[in-house]
C-alpha cells in the first residue's frame, strides 16, 4: 500500500484525479462506469446519477437507506443507487473523507465481488490532504445492537484507533463458525479487500431462476454447496453460468476460484460493516465487535451510532459565552444583515462566525410580547420561536459574505428531526448555534441547529433554507 494513504494525518483528504472504472452491475448484468472525483472538506460522501436528468446527488447517509435486500441501497427524491456497501468500504479503507462518486446506473458494477478494484483506482489516483481537520465519532462507552431472533448483535468499545472483529456461524457443515479481526486500518488493503462475497447454491439457485444475478458468475462470488448436488445439477447450473464444467471440492466451495484466505467468508463480512458503518458520515475511533452480523444489523447499528455522534458533537460544542467580549455583530448590524424588525428580531448579536459555524445570543425578558399568552402567570419561551430565532442566527451565516447582503432573504425548505428539550423562561440567556452540514450549494443552506441556555441543550433540530434574492413585491414575513 503507498504510504501516501496512512492513517497518520489528521487532515481531512481527497483523491488527487479523478478515476474511472468500469465493469456489470450484479442484476441485470449492464455495463456500469463508475467515476471517482475529488470533493471539497466536509463534502464526505455523495453518489451522482449523472444517467438521470438532473444528475441528483444521494448522500451517504443512513437516513437514506431504503433497502438492505443482499446489499445496501440508498434513495433520494427519486434517484436511488444500490449496492454502495463495497465502494464505501473501500474509500474508508483508504483513510479518504471527501468525495464524489459519478455513476451512470442505479447499481454499483460488482466487478469481482471485493472492493480491491475500488481500492485499486484510488491508489492510482493518489491522496490530497486538505486544509481542515478530520472529525472522528469517538467511541466512549460501550454502545450495542441486538436482534434477539437472529442472534445477531453488534457492539461498539472504546479505543484510540478503529478496529472490528466479526464472527459468523450459518450453522452449517459446509461453512462452520469463523472468526475474523482487522486491528488497524491500515491493514485493509492487504486483509480485508481482497475478500469476495459469497453465496450458498440454494440462494444461487432461487437468484437465478427469478432472472436476477445476471452480471454475476464463478469469478465474483464464492459459491458454498450447503447440500449434495448430482453431477447433473453441477452440470445444469454450469450452462446457467456459462462454465464448461464444475465440481465440489472438498471444503464445500465450488472449485472455480481458490479461496484468498481460509476465512474469506468472514472477512467479506468485515469488509460489509465498515462500508455500512460509514454511513454515519464520519470515521470512528472506536472498537466494533459483531457477532453474525448482515446489512440490515449493520444499517440499524450505524442509526444508533448516528444518534451517538450527534449527541457527542452537540455536548462537545457548547459554545462559550462571555458577556464582556465585544461582539462580532451587534443588534445594529444584525439587522443590516436580516430583515427582521420588532417584533420578530430574535437575535441580539452574534459571537462567533467562521465558515462553517455561527453563534448567537437572544436575551429573553419578560416583556416579551408572547408571554401574555404563552401563557399568563407561567411565561415560556415559544419553542417555535427557539426555531426561528435558530433559523435567523444561520441567515446570518448564509448572508455574513454577500457583497449586498441587504437585497437576500432566506426562507425555509425543511425543518427535520426537531427536539425540545427544557423549558427557556424570563431570565435566560439563550445562545443558539448553527453549524453547516454541507457545503452551500445553489443557495441551499443544510445547518444543524442547537439552542443551549448555559451548558444545557433546551432545543435542536436539522433546518434546510434558501437563499433568495429581495424583490420589491416581496413579503419578508415568512423569512427565516
Known sequence: MPTEFCSASMKQTTIRNAVSVKGVDLHTGKSVQLTFKPAPVNHGYRFQRIDLPEQPIIHADVKLVISTNRGTTLKSGDAQVST?????????????????????????????????????????AGLEEQDAEREYFVVTEPISYKDEVTGTELLALPSDHFEATVMIDFNSKVLGPQFAALHDLDGYVKEIAPCRTFVFIHELEKLLDMGLIKGGDFDNAIVIADRMLEQDELDALAVKMGRPSVKVDSEGVLNTIKLHFQNEPARHKLLDVIGDLSLIGRPIKGKIVATKPGHTANVEFAKILKKHMVEQRRTAGVPKYDPDKEPIYDVNKVQNLLPHRFPFLLVDKVIEISENHVVGVKNITNNEFYFQGHFPNNPIFPGVLQIEALAQTGGILALHNVPDA??????????????????????????????????????????????????????????????????KEADSSDNC
Open 84 to 124: 454502495v456497501e463495497h465502494v464505501l468500504s473501500a474509500l474508508t479503507g483508504m483513510h479518504l473523507d471527501n468525495v464524489l462518486i459519478e455513476i451512470d446506473s442505479p447499481e454499483m458494477p460488482i466487478m469481482d465481488g471485493t472492493s480491491m478494484p475500488f481500492v485499486s483506482v484510488l491508489q492510482q
Open 406 to 471: 441587504g437585497n437576500w432573504d432566506t426562507y425555509f425548505l425543511k425543518i427535520e428531526n426537531t427536539r425540545f428539550k427544557a423549558k427557556v423562561v424570563p431570565g435566560d440567556t439563550l445562545i443558539l448555534k448553527m453549524e453547516l452540514l454541507e457545503p452551500i450549494r445553489r443557495g441551499i443552506v443544510h445547518m444543524q441547529g442547537t439552542a443551549y441556555v448555559g451548558s444545557k441543550v433546551v432545543s435542536e433540530g436539522e433546518l434546510t433554507a434558501q437563499i433568495v434574492r429581495r424583490t
